[in-house]
Nanobody
Framework: QVQLVESGGGLVQPGGSLRLSCAAS????????IAWFRQAPGKEREGVSC????????YVADSVKGRFTFARNNAKNTVYLQLVRLNSEDTAVYYC???????????????????WGQGTQVTVSS
């Protein structure tokens, strides 16, 4: 059974940082296209990033470019999303997912998703 488990969310002040983790079981993330997306209260889901397994391309939403960074630890079968210089607009539930590819990764974040986790809450507030 495949599971993706996100963690690392929490309450942080504006300008602060967090590192989100996505640990997988039942499959190897080495070979998967990975995406992060988020959903704020009352808003549509928004793609954050997508990393293609086919050619290594990394796609990052303009709203987080320069502030959010993807990383992976293959030995732990875990991927990470480092968030820095957070602001209130970043408040959302963050999800990781495996996808068939990065098509529509930003406009339709759940399109082509194969597995996704339960999400982790990030709240940016003073």
């Amino acid at each position: 059974q495949v599971q993706l488990v996100e963690s690392g969310g929490g309450l942080v002040q504006p300008g602060g940082s967090l590192r989100l983790s996505c640990a997988a079981s039942g499959l190897s993330l080495d070979y998967e296209t990975i995406a992060w997306f988020r959903q704020a209260p009352g808003k549509e889901r928004e793609g954050v990033s997508c990393i293609s397994s086919s050619d290594g391309s990394v796609y990052v939403a303009d709203s987080v470019k320069g502030r959010f960074t993807f990383a992976r630890n293959n030995a732990k079968n875990t991927v990470y999303l480092q968030l820095v210089r957070l602001n209130s607009e970043d408040t959302a539930v963050y999800y990781c997912a495996t996808r068939m590819d990065c098509g529509n990764w930003w406009s339709v974040p759940t399109d082509r998703v194969v597995y996704w986790g339960q999400g982790t809450q990030v709240t940016v507030s003073s």
